[in-house]
């Protein structure tokens, strides 16, 4: 399947909105023929996965944008022209000063006008514009009749920040004005565990190279140097960090300041990264873009060279099917890091913001382990490995800096990782890893022992694993603890997937046994932990009473773990309590405001506030399960919108809550106390939503791919081309799916 020619997603949609207005006006339009509709672009264009332009002020709660490329990050500072929280682990700048009274982290870059401090300009000369591109970010603002425009990104492979700032007077008349630049370094290099934030060091010496027009940040403790400056150069520096320009513009003449950050081990090769960046500044940007391009376009193509797979060409007319699709794809590509510092290689994080740099957790990867299985499985695998030899009961995340497990113990580990592995194998056909052996035993041992350890956990006898409390958990919910339904779900599937595996090994007996096991388990979930006649779970505690929580966790981990288990009354109550107390028209809660924890804690992915990334797409996979697609449909239609602001965000709002932006579910802050970050990995559920429950196609491990569409209340002529499966390519549509030709 393809189309005879593309068109730009947004002049398309403009096209259409357009179009719909005029007809309103006249209603004789509507009489005439309507346009020929046109597919939209996968690989996608690099605008149009941008997100729409979003003006915020200095004191508004929004999250700030992030640019990012193999090495690490950096994130936009609430400012015209500040950049924060540059991670190149094992490498930082501008993160959080260990020292008294912290700031925490720190803004380099932050611009003055005449000696004033330009972001926080009253109204309308404070308002800044803010549009986020996989390859950069950028700013705009007008104050003082002059117009600052900035472009921050990172260029591919190198350490380093760049960003142009073009000035622009808009008066009738000459302009004289000073512009300076306060430079901040706090520069440091951790080679222990990174967990949560990017170190800082207080004490940096600091070197002014006039010739270069830069500023040296040296560490004193570590080996670490940026060179931070621009080009052409300032005229002075002033109270050792002020970078100043004196300007002058005639009327409508614009000038271009280049800055850049070059961080390396030592002041030499910082200095020499930074003199190759300035000299050809017009030829990186372009090279940028190129190369960001080209990673899109890898993404999409069978054999390339940037990923150990690809994720399918989805060939559609529909904008928000298009759109839920590649709001999960972006969250993909934000987590990659090919980086020469990760002690196990390519890998992909978990949250990609500023609050933990290197970590990777099995919870959130198993979320999108579909997509990761198609796209990049190399990695995939080897995360299972790592985690195989990490103590994964004691931890919830590795750091690949050190390659060491970090943090306190998270519930799901074990049906996470069983649950990567299994999308692993079935997507790739290798049947033969299991046979490898990590620390002692094989894959498949490994596997077993993690989808059985709920029996060790079964510490009052009823036959349930126990959870522990809020920190291995939720986090948010002080009532979700111990005998949790959700987590006791997992395991029902995680044996039963073992058992697959047993099962095509021929060892039926074994198979056979793993299997009434889960059924004795799924139904004594049932027995003990459902509430009856209320559509929602209760937990098991220590003293023999349970705590009833509406939390969606349950609703979609018993959905997607354990369906088949739930008699026909379950699944209407179920779905009556997710439209009831979770349902909003653009996103959800995670938690029901009627509950009576719902007053504990308000950070939103997990809170009556809001939700979590994959919270949306996971439910929507289980309401296909219990619910009609027609009334599912129309809800998804709105929540694809809330990637109107760049890549799902770690949670959203409800609109009622905060007000949507341009349509969408506002992303949550960093801002305490919400403290969410910029991206999730597990964002990357939105992309497995079209595959295996829009689609409805099923990559088994033995029997090939099931379809089951739900296609016809988005686009009924769509198709997936190019999924990878078992060591072929096929085209996925309503109608099954066709292996592709060689």
Same mark, same amino acid.
């Given at each position: 399947?393809?189309?005879?020619?593309?068109?730009?997603?947004?002049?398309?949609?403009?096209?259409?909105?357009?179009?719909?207005?005029?007809?309103?006006?006249?209603?004789?339009?509507?009489?005439?023929?309507?346009?020929?509709?046109?597919?939209?672009?996968?690989?996608?264009?690099?605008?149009?996965?941008?997100?729409?332009?979003?003006?915020?002020?200095?004191?508004?709660?929004?999250?700030?944008?992030?640019?990012?490329?193999?090495?690490?990050?950096?994130?936009?500072?609430?400012?015209?022209?500040?950049?924060?929280?540059?991670?190149?682990?094992?490498?930082?700048?501008?993160?959080?000063?260990?020292?008294?009274?912290?700031?925490?982290?720190?803004?380099?870059?932050?611009?003055?006008?005449?000696?004033?401090?330009?972001?926080?300009?009253?109204?309308?000369?404070?308002?800044?514009?803010?549009?986020?591109?996989?390859?950069?970010?950028?700013?705009?603002?007008?104050?003082?009749?002059?117009?600052?425009?900035?472009?921050?990104?990172?260029?591919?492979?190198?350490?380093?920040?760049?960003?142009?700032?073009?000035?622009?007077?808009?008066?009738?008349?000459?302009?004289?004005?000073?512009?300076?630049?306060?430079?901040?370094?706090?520069?440091?290099?951790?080679?222990?565990?990174?967990?949560?934030?990017?170190?800082?060091?207080?004490?940096?010496?600091?070197?002014?190279?006039?010739?270069?027009?830069?500023?040296?940040?040296?560490?004193?403790?570590?080996?670490?140097?940026?060179?931070?400056?621009?080009?052409?150069?300032?005229?002075?520096?002033?109270?050792?960090?002020?970078?100043?320009?004196?300007?002058?513009?005639?009327?409508?003449?614009?000038?271009?300041?280049?800055?850049?950050?070059?961080?390396?081990?030592?002041?030499?090769?910082?200095?020499?990264?930074?003199?190759?960046?300035?000299?050809?500044?017009?030829?990186?940007?372009?090279?940028?873009?190129?190369?960001?391009?080209?990673?899109?376009?890898?993404?999409?193509?069978?054999?390339?060279?940037?990923?150990?797979?690809?994720?399918?060409?989805?060939?559609?007319?529909?904008?928000?099917?298009?759109?839920?699709?590649?709001?999960?794809?972006?969250?993909?590509?934000?987590?990659?890091?090919?980086?020469?510092?990760?002690?196990?290689?390519?890998?992909?994080?978990?949250?990609?913001?500023?609050?933990?740099?290197?970590?990777?957790?099995?919870?959130?990867?198993?979320?999108?382990?579909?997509?990761?299985?198609?796209?990049?499985?190399?990695?995939?695998?080897?995360?299972?490995?790592?985690?195989?030899?990490?103590?994964?009961?004691?931890?919830?995340?590795?750091?690949?800096?050190?390659?060491?497990?970090?943090?306190?113990?998270?519930?799901?580990?074990?049906?996470?990782?069983?649950?990567?592995?299994?999308?692993?194998?079935?997507?790739?056909?290798?049947?033969?890893?299991?046979?490898?052996?990590?620390?002692?035993?094989?894959?498949?041992?490994?596997?077993?022992?993690?989808?059985?350890?709920?029996?060790?956990?079964?510490?009052?006898?009823?036959?349930?694993?126990?959870?522990?409390?809020?920190?291995?958990?939720?986090?948010?919910?002080?009532?979700?603890?111990?005998?949790?339904?959700?987590?006791?779900?997992?395991?029902?599937?995680?044996?039963?997937?073992?058992?697959?595996?047993?099962?095509?090994?021929?060892?039926?007996?074994?198979?056979?046994?793993?299997?009434?096991?889960?059924?004795?388990?799924?139904?004594?979930?049932?027995?003990?932990?459902?509430?009856?006649?209320?559509?929602?779970?209760?937990?098991?505690?220590?003293?023999?009473?349970?705590?009833?929580?509406?939390?969606?966790?349950?609703?979609?981990?018993?959905?997607?773990?354990?369906?088949?288990?739930?008699?026909?009354?379950?699944?209407?109550?179920?779905?009556?309590?997710?439209?009831?107390?979770?349902?909003?028209?653009?996103?959800?809660?995670?938690?029901?405001?009627?509950?009576?924890?719902?007053?504990?804690?308000?950070?939103?992915?997990?809170?009556?506030?809001?939700?979590?990334?994959?919270?949306?797409?996971?439910?929507?996979?289980?309401?296909?399960?219990?619910?009609?697609?027609?009334?599912?449909?129309?809800?998804?239609?709105?929540?694809?919108?809330?990637?109107?602001?760049?890549? *799902?965000?770690? +949670?959203? =709002?409800? #609109?009622? $809550?905060?007000?949507?932006?341009? /349509?969408?579910?506002?992303?949550? !802050? &960093?801002?305490?106390?919400?403290?969410?970050?910029?991206?999730? *990995?597990?964002? +990357?559920? =939105?992309? #497995?939503? $079209?595959?295996?429950?829009?689609? /409805?196609?099923?990559?088994?491990? !033995? &029997?090939?791919?099931?379809?089951?569409?739900?296609?016809?209340?988005?686009?009924?002529?769509?198709?997936? #081309?190019? $999924?990878?499966?078992?060591?072929?390519?096929?085209?996925?549509?309503?109608?099954?799916?066709?292996?592709?030709?060689?």
């Amino acid at each position: 399947m393809s189309s005879d020619w593309d068109v730009d997603r947004r002049t398309f949609l403009k096209l259409g909105a357009a179009g719909t207005a005029l007809a309103a006006m006249n209603p004789t339009t509507l009489a005439e023929p309507a346009p020929a509709k046109r597919t939209l672009r996968c690989p996608p264009a690099l605008a149009d996965m941008a997100s729409d332009r979003l003006t915020y002020r200095l004191r508004d709660p929004f999250n700030c944008p992030v640019a990012m490329n193999e090495f690490g990050y950096a994130q936009v500072g609430k400012s015209v022209s500040a950049i924060t929280a540059i991670s190149f682990p094992p490498y930082a700048c501008c993160g959080m000063p260990e020292t008294a009274w912290s700031p925490g982290y720190l803004l380099t870059c932050e611009m003055f006008l005449n000696g004033r401090f330009l972001a926080i300009a009253a109204p309308p000369d404070g308002n800044i514009e803010y549009q986020w591109f996989p390859h950069c970010v950028e700013r705009k603002q007008t104050a003082d009749r002059l117009q600052f425009t900035t472009r921050m990104f990172l260029p591919s492979k190198r350490r380093a920040v760049v960003q142009s700032i073009a000035i622009k007077n808009l008066s009738a008349s000459q302009r004289h004005f000073t512009l300076g630049f306060d430079m901040r370094g706090a520069v440091a290099k951790r080679t222990k565990a990174w967990f949560a934030n990017s170190s800082g060091e207080a004490d940096n010496k600091i070197h002014w190279d006039a010739g270069r027009g830069c500023l040296l940040f040296e560490s004193q403790h570590s080996e670490i140097v940026a060179a931070q400056g621009f080009h052409p150069a300032p005229n002075r520096v002033e109270h050792q960090r002020m970078l100043v320009f004196d300007l002058e513009l005639g009327p409508g003449e614009q000038k271009q300041l280049n800055f850049v950050v070059a961080i390396a081990e030592n002041g030499h090769a910082a200095l020499d990264l930074y003199d190759r960046l300035q000299s050809d500044f017009e030829s990186l940007e372009k090279e940028n873009e190129a190369d960001c391009t080209s990673l899109v376009r890898s993404a999409f193509t069978p054999g390339n060279s940037e990923f150990s797979g690809n994720l399918p060409k989805l060939v559609t007319n529909d904008e928000s099917l298009w759109k839920l699709y590649h709001n999960g794809f972006a969250n993909l590509l934000f987590a990659r890091r090919v980086s020469p510092d990760s002690i196990y290689g390519p890998t992909y994080l978990t949250l990609s913001g500023h609050v933990l740099p290197t970590l990777s957790f099995p919870w959130d990867t198993s979320i999108s382990s579909l997509a990761l299985a198609l796209l990049d499985p190399a990695p995939l695998r080897n995360l299972v490995e790592v985690w195989a030899k990490a103590g994964m009961h004691d931890h919830l995340a590795t750091d690949y800096v050190t390659g060491e497990a970090v943090g306190p113990w998270y519930a799901v580990n074990d049906t996470a990782i069983v649950r990567c592995a299994w999308r692993y194998v079935c997507v790739t056909g290798d049947f033969s890893w299991l046979d490898k052996r990590i620390a002692g035993r094989t894959i498949l041992e490994h596997l077993e022992d993690r989808a059985l350890y709920w029996k060790k956990l079964d510490h009052f006898g009823r036959g349930l694993g126990d959870y522990g409390t809020i920190e291995n958990l939720l986090e948010v919910v002080s009532t979700y603890l111990h005998e949790v339904a959700g987590m006791n779900a997992n395991n029902v599937r995680a044996m039963r997937v073992v058992a697959d595996l047993h099962e095509r090994r021929g060892n039926t007996a074994r198979a056979r046994e793993l299997r009434t096991e889960a059924k004795t388990l799924a139904d004594r979930i049932n027995r003990l932990l459902y509430a009856e006649g209320k559509g929602y779970w209760r937990c098991g505690q220590p003293d023999g009473s349970f705590n009833e929580v509406r939390h969606c966790y349950d609703f979609l981990a018993v959905l997607d773990n354990m369906a088949e288990d739930l008699s026909p009354a379950q699944k209407k109550e179920m779905s009556e309590f997710f439209w009831r107390e979770l349902h909003s028209e653009k996103w959800m809660r995670a938690l029901s405001q009627s509950d009576v924890d719902s007053t504990w804690n308000i950070r939103p992915d997990h809170s009556c506030l809001g939700a979590y990334a994959a919270w949306p797409p996971m439910t929507a996979k289980g309401l296909y399960k219990i619910d009609s697609p027609a009334r599912i449909a129309p809800w998804l239609r709105e929540v694809a919108k809330a990637g109107n602001q760049g890549p *799902i965000g770690q +949670g959203h =709002f409800v #609109e009622d $809550v905060f007000p949507p932006v341009n /349509g969408g579910a506002f992303k949550s !802050s &960093e801002d305490a106390p919400f403290i969410e970050d910029w991206c999730c *990995i597990a964002g +990357g559920a =939105f992309t #497995e939503l $079209v595959i295996d429950s829009i689609f /409805g196609a099923e990559l088994t491990l !033995s &029997e090939g791919i099931k379809v089951n569409s739900h296609l016809s209340e988005f686009d009924s002529n769509a198709g997936l #081309e190019g $999924v990878r499966y078992q060591g072929g390519l096929y085209t996925i549509t309503k109608d099954g799916a066709q292996k592709q030709k060689a």
